[in-house]
C-alpha cells in the first residue's frame, strides 16, 4: 500500500510514520511538508491513501531558512478542492491537531468542518480524525481506518 502523508509537522509526521510502519506490514510511506508540494506529489503521483493535515505553509523550509511561507489554515481543503477539480480519487483522511478553524466569522469547530468536508469532498474524504501528541485515539482511529484499505 502506498500511503501520502502531507504534513508539516516533523513531530507529528515522525509518530505517524512510526505507528503506520509498525501496524501495516507492506506499507511504503511518502512524505511531503506543505501545500505546493503535497499538491505536485498528489498530482503526478497515484497513491492508496492519503493523510492530509489542514493547516500548512505554501511551500516546504529548506536548510536555510525556517521560513515555508505564508500558513493557509484550510490548505487541506484546498488540496481537496484541486483533486475534485482534476478528477483524481484517492482515498483520504484528514488528520489535524485543531479543534477549530479560521477565525471570527469564518471560524468552525471540529464537527462543522468535518461536516462540510465530507458532504464537499465525499468521492475523497474518508474521514477526519483529530490528532493529539499525548494520546492514542488517533492511532486507533487510523488503524480501524486503514484495516478497510489493507487486506
Do not use: C, H
Not at 34 to 47: D, K, M, P, V, W
Not at 103 to 111: C, M, P, R, W, Y
Request: proline share 1%; charged share 30%.
Amino acid at each position: 500500500m502506498r500511503v501520502l502523508v502531507v504534513e508539516d509537522d516533523i513531530n507529528k509526521i515522525n509518530k505517524i510514520e512510526t505507528f503506520l510502519t509498525n501496524e501495516f506490514r507492506y506499507i511504503e510511506i511518502e512524505k511531503s511538508y506543505s501545500y505546493n508540494s503535497g499538491l505536485r506529489n498528489i498530482l503526478f503521483n497515484q497513491y492508496d491513501l492519503i493523510l492530509l493535515d489542514m493547516t500548512m505553509p505554501t511551500f516546504d523550509k529548506d536548510e536555510s531558512s525556517s521560513y515555508g511561507g505564508k500558513l493557509v489554515q484550510f490548505a487541506g481543503k484546498e488540496i481537496l478542492l484541486q483533486m475534485r477539480r482534476r478528477k483524481i480519487v484517492t482515498p483520504t483522511i484528514v488528520i489535524t491537531q485543531y479543534a477549530t478553524f479560521g477565525e471570527n466569522d469564518t471560524l468552525k469547530s471540529f464537527v462543522e468542518m468535518e461536516k462540510e468536508l465530507k458532504e464537499e469532498f465525499s468521492n475523497n474524504l474518508v474521514s477526519m480524525i483529530y490528532y493529539e501528541a499525548g494520546k492514542s485515539d488517533w492511532e486507533i482511529e487510523i488503524k480501524e481506518l486503514l484495516s478497510r484499505f489493507i487486506k
